[in-house]
């Protein structure tokens, strides 16, 4: 284990915010595993060890599988922000086997690879849309015009949400996510807790129409999907359909933005791009790399673990670093050099193991679809400003990407 925390890593510093990635090298040099008080967690920093972890069992998303809250020397969450935890809890992304296993293969069979691929020509008329829009008028802000509207819409209309109820879903989402924050405020629980109560209604409402008038949407499959006569409970139904529209948009529009900022700090790697576009899947990936959309994922200790000579005990928190695992040397050559041409790029943007992100397939379209657009439409496209960052640390992003064409 290593000694004191490098002062330098603070995920409430708007200087370490502004760039994290040289703190990251200060904790792979400590270790492998560093303590860190302020959030009673064990940091990870490495590549190898991130992408190890991920796949081991002795780990999970939740313990409430296996012990109670005492058991596992933890205290139950306040009852007032219960409203947020039912929602969640029953998600897949906070449950384990046997439960994960069986509502991920339900999932999975209303969210097949032929789906994704069927919307492909939808993603790409949009986005051709949105951008048309930009370049028409003269600039825009990235973010508003393009990066949010296109995978918002993308995954509402799979879910078959009506465009006249899609107002909400972001606030819902930003105010829910809030949660998934270091050490969150009362205030961002009051507001998580509110926004999964407004959710979870609309969606019980929403669910009872299709029940009733089945149509073509993933809800309508949801509600169908059954497994060896295993079917989805309605609040698993509820927290599904949520966990898809969040997760469904939240780091697409970071990845997007992040993506056209990090191009913009590297002009010479942006013109090579706009001079080859067969560029733009390996762009996209390298992308993902240099600037990790969703920087820390944690995992509770189930079964005592040993990294590199310390044992973590059962009821101990990781938070495995992915914008430091992406920034590994041991794995990648020159990690702080964005190179578009990367060949051998093993990411851990999407995670690994049994939560490895159902939709990835869907996520790389999107990207690809409005990259391609804004290279093709808009080839003149500079910052008009610099943009703020958010002040979030988990969920990487900016307030805004003002671009004008020259
Ligand atoms: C650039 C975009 C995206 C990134 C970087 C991303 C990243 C991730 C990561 C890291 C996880 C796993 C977290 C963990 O291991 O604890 C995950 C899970 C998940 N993602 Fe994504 N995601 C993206 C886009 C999407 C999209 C478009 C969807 C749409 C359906 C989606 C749906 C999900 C779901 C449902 C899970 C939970 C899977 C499970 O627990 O079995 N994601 N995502």
Redesign the pocket.
């Known amino acids: 284990m290593a000694g004191p925390i490098d002062l330098a890593f603070d995920p409430w510093d708007p200087e370490f915010l502004a760039d994290p990635y040289p703190a990251y090298a200060g904790l792979r040099a400590r270790g492998r595993v560093v303590r860190y008080e302020p959030t009673d967690q064990w940091l990870v920093p490495h590549h190898a060890d991130v992408s190890a972890l ?1 796949r081991d069992r002795r780990l999970g ?1 939740t313990y409430q599988h296996r012990f109670t809250h005492e058991e596992f020397g933890r205290t139950a969450p306040s009852p007032a922000h219960e409203p947020f935890h039912t929602l969640n809890d029953h998600g ?2 906070d449950l384990e086997p046997p439960d ?1 296993t069986r509502i ?1 293969r339900l999932v999975s069979k209303a969210f097949t690879p032929r789906t994704v691929e069927r919307l492909k020509p939808y993603v790409h008329g949009l986005a051709n849309e949105l951008v048309g829009k930009l370049v028409e008028a003269g600039g825009g802000d990235l973010l508003t015009d393009v990066a949010e509207p296109l ?1 918002v819409a993308v ?1 509402a209309e799979m879910l078959g949400i009506p465009e006249a109820d899609r107002g909400p879903l972001r606030p819902w989402s930003a105010a829910i996510c809030g949660m998934y924050e270091l050490n969150p405020s009362e205030d961002t629980a009051a507001r998580a807790v509110r926004a999964s109560v407004e959710f979870s209604d609309y969606l019980r409402e929403l669910i009872a129409e299709r029940r009733k008038e089945p149509g073509e949407d993933l809800i309508s499959g949801l509600i169908a999907a059954h497994d060896e006569g295993d079917r989805l409970t309605e609040q698993e139904m509820i927290s599904t359909a949520v ?2 529209l969040n ?2 948009h939240e ?2 529009v970071n ?1 997007t933005v992040n993506g056209w900022y990090a191009l913009f700090r590297n002009p010479g790697q942006l013109a090579a791009l706009r001079a080859d576009h067969s560029l733009v899947p390996s762009a996209i990936e390298e992308l ?1 790399r240099y600037d990790t ?2 920087q820390l ?1 944690e995992r509770w200790v189930l079964d005592d673990i040993e990294i590199d000579g310390t044992t973590i005990p059962r009821g101990a928190e990781i938070a495995m670093l992915f914008g430091s695992a992406n920034h590994d040397p041991a794995v990648f050559r020159d990690p702080g050099r964005l190179d578009l041409t990367r060949e051998d790029n093993p990411h851990i ?3 690994a193991g ?2 490895y ?4 397939p ?2 790389r379209i999107e ?1 690809a679809a409005s990259m391609t657009a804004l290279l093709e439409r808009a080839p003149t496209l500079t910052p008009a400003a610099d943009p703020r960052r958010k002040p979030n640390f988990v969920i990487r992003g900016l307030e805004g990407l003002p671009v004008e064409l020259r």
Do not use: E, N
């Open positions: 991920l998303r897949i992304l994960h991920r995978p995954i966990l898809l997760a469904g780091a697409t990845a993902m959309p969703l994922f943007s999407f995670s049994i939560h992100c159902i939709g990835a869907l996520a990207l």
